[in-house]
């Protein structure tokens, strides 16, 4: 059988079947998602999988919002979005949307985790939380000097934080 390249829609469609089968296994996965990529057309396609199963394709804002924090940010997403952002507008209005989530929802939480997927190849990020981001004294074990949003926080007893 030839070796094809999977479309973003079959990929979609795929994340949905496994998500059901892991659900449906009472392995305790409760999950949303977002598949997005580029089809063999170039052009960008954006589905987003909620918990039930439910696939969806964006195919009027340019976006998707997913996920309990989500609600939380919905009318400032709306608000804010810009459909001509440069690559790092875009990082940095993701990552402080997800920060704003990650403030009001409690199962939204830990670090935000960008990935970066264009014609050039991939990248990704991880940004920890600002609310501590600043801190101009050791407090908590979280000292100034190891603290940024590329390290991340050094915990006293604790292994560094690693790239995932």
Do not use: H
Not at 40 to 69: K, N, Q, V, W
Not at 125 to 153: F, L
């Amino acid at each position: 059988r030839p070796r094809t390249t999977a479309t973003v829609s079959q990929v979609a469609y795929l994340l949905r079947s496994l998500l059901l089968e892991a659900s449906s296994d009472n392995a305790e996965v409760m999950a949303s998602l977002i598949c997005a990529g580029c089809d063999e057309t170039g052009e960008g396609r954006i589905f987003s999988i909620a918990p039930s199963g439910l696939l969806t394709e964006e195919t009027t804002i340019g976006y998707a919002l997913s996920g309990s924090g989500s609600t939380f940010i919905m009318g400032l997403v709306d608000e804010n979005y810009r459909p001509k952002m440069t690559e790092d507008e875009a990082v940095e209005f993701v990552a402080q949307m997800i920060q704003r989530a990650m403030n009001r929802d409690g199962s939204s939480g830990g670090v935000v985790r960008i990935y970066v997927l264009n014609k050039e190849g991939s990248r990704s990020s991880i940004i920890y939380p600002q609310n501590s981001i600043g801190v101009t004294e050791e407090k908590d074990g979280i000292s100034e000097s190891t603290w940024n949003s590329r390290d991340g926080a050094v915990l006293k007893g604790f292994a560094p934080p690693s790239r995932v």
